[in-house]
């Protein structure tokens, strides 16, 4: 079996369902549920025996422990962390606690449990860090995209959390060979997807009537990737990656964020024509530019394709496309998710 942590939030949980698609090998879900954790996310498998849910925070040490000796895993699967690079911007202390301090207890307790093995068990071993590509910092527009070996250069108090904890991960291979591997992926879209990111957001604003809120110019660049191609791409590291090696994942489809809004406003106002025959796109609208804001990203993937044969399936039209029909048809996710928490934060940062 494994342990996958902070598998109730968005990407996470779209590898659970992608992970027990795939095998009957059981998948025990350590998460915090912060706002960004719904288990509503997973409720497709309540009563599925291959399925746990454990309330609980990576850094606490006791009971990461306990989870590993009593169910002895082939490998743990680390997702958790807080992940919004404004809610960083606003309060950066939950990002160093969790990312930074409880990514080393993680490691520690891993640690812990893997000198215990036997030899043969030892080199089975995987401990997989989920990262971003913020770590890398930002671009310029005829840069080549970020590869493994670029400087790591993180701009916002989210991207430098995470590159401490990549480093930390990458210490914990080179000082006590804990068998690791890290994945650095670019911008994902999909199902599940909280609501306070661009995507989901404008989605979600644009069918309630409300404005979508572009950053500055809105010419800042993303490498767009469908959320289920990541989760595929973690399962290709898991089982075949390098141990001690880190994999670039992208999806190779750089758009600036005003083009994505435009794309989306097009495919609704097909989808869901408004009364009045206007488009959805009058609803844009520029705000404050968010600062530090980082220009480009994009991802060089080819290593993860020439050694483990991965690449994505969808583009960003097919991906877009089959994310605005999720929203379309799940109302009732939507309407749960955009209460309580997230009603604060809209208020907070958009006034
Ligand atoms: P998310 O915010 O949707 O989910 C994070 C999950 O972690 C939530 O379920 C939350 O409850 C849980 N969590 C938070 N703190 C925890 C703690 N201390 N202990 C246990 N669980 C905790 O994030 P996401 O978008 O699904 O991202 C998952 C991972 O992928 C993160 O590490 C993120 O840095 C990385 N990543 C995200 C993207 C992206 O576009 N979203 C791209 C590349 C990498
Ligand atoms: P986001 O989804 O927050 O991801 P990240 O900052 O990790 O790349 O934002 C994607 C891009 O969209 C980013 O350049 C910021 C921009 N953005 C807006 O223009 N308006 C918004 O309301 C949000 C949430 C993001």
New binding site residues.
């Given amino acids: 079996m494994i342990i996958v942590t902070g598998g109730a939030g968005f990407i996470g949980s779209n590898f659970i369902h992608t992970w027990l698609e795939q095998t009957d090998e059981p998948i025990i879900n350590l998460d915090k549920l912060t706002y960004a954790g719904n288990p509503e996310n997973l409720l497709v498998f309540q009563g599925d025996k291959r399925y746990s849910l454990v309330q609980g925070d990576i850094g606490d040490r006791t009971l990461v422990t306990r989870l590993l000796t009593e169910h002895r895993p082939r490998a743990v699967v680390n997702f958790a962390a807080e992940?919004?690079?404004?809610r960083s911007i606003h309060g950066p202390g939950e990002f160093i606690t969790t990312n930074i301090n409880g990514t080393f207890h993680l490691l520690e307790s891993v640690r812990g449990f893997w000198e215990t093995l036997t030899t043969e068990a030892k080199q089975s071993f995987r401990f997989l860090h989920v990262s971003?590509d913020?770590v890398y910092g930002t671009l310029t527009p005829d840069a080549p995209p970020f590869s493994e070996t670029n400087p790591y250069e993180p701009n916002?108090p989210?991207?430098a959390s995470k590159a401490a904890s990549d480093h930390l991960v990458r210490a914990w291979h080179h000082t006590y060979g804990l068998p690791v591997l890290t994945t650095n992926c670019s911008?994902n879209?999909g199902p599940f997807h909280f609501p306070?990111?661009?995507?989901p957001?404008?989605i979600l604003n644009a069918l309630a009537g409300k404005p979508?809120?572009?950053?500055?110019d809105?010419q800042?660049?993303?490498d767009w990737l469908y959320v289920l191609d990541h989760a595929r791409a973690i399962i290709r590291v898991l089982e075949s990656g390098n141990v001690g090696d880190t994999y670039n994942i992208g999806g190779n489809q750089e758009k600036t964020?005003?083009s994505?809004?435009q794309t989306i406003c097009s495919h609704l106002d097909a989808l869901r024509p408004k009364t009045d025959g206007s488009s959805y796109s009058d609803q844009i609208t520029f705000?404050k530019?968010?600062p530090g804001?980082?220009r480009r990203?994009a991802i060089n993937a080819s290593k993860i394709k020439r050694e483990l044969g991965w690449e994505p399936q969808e583009t960003f039209e097919s991906g877009l496309k089959q994310t605005i029909k999720w929203y379309l048809d799940n109302q009732q996710w939507v309407e749960h998710v955009t209460s309580g928490d997230y009603r604060q934060w809209v208020q907070k940062?958009?006034g």
């Fill in positions: 992940s919004h690079v404004d971003t913020e916002s989210y991207a911008n879209y306070e990111k661009l995507i957001l404008v979508l809120p572009i950053y500055g809105g800042q660049v993303r964020n005003l994505v809004v705000v530019d968010r804001h980082d990203y940062q958009y």
